[in-house]
């Protein structure tokens, strides 16, 4: 559990496998639409721009936005609290 909290890691972390595959389908046409500008292909830039457009729209339909974690999330940290107020009892 986290410091100060009675919430469990796994209950404040929660995404979709859905929502992975939405971001794997944007990344893919990011990926295609440099493709194509980097080889002057308008056809192949278009297609890359349409699948990212796609697949934001389907991310919000499936509730991409529904895994956001509102709670400050202190694992992806190693350092310790992203607050400053520790480091400045230390430095005084």
């Known amino acids: 559990m986290y410091e ?10 929660h995404s979709k496998p859905m929502s992975w595959v939405m971001v794997l389908i944007i990344t893919i046409g990011t990926v295609v ?8 292909s308008w056809p192949i830039s278009i297609i890359g721009a ?4 796609v697949g934001g729209i389907a991310a919000l339909a499936t509730g991409i936005m529904d895994d956001v974690d509102e709670n400050t999330s202190r694992d992806l940290w190693p350092i310790g609290p992203r607050d400053a107020s520790p480091r400045r009892e230390l430095s005084a």
Request: charged letters at 5%; one cysteine or more; aromatic letters at 0%.
């Open 50 to 53: 349409a699948v990212v457009v």
């Open 4 to 13: 100060g909290s009675s919430v469990s890691a796994s209950e404040q972390h």
């Open 33 to 40: 639409g440099t493709v194509g500008v980097c080889i002057a």
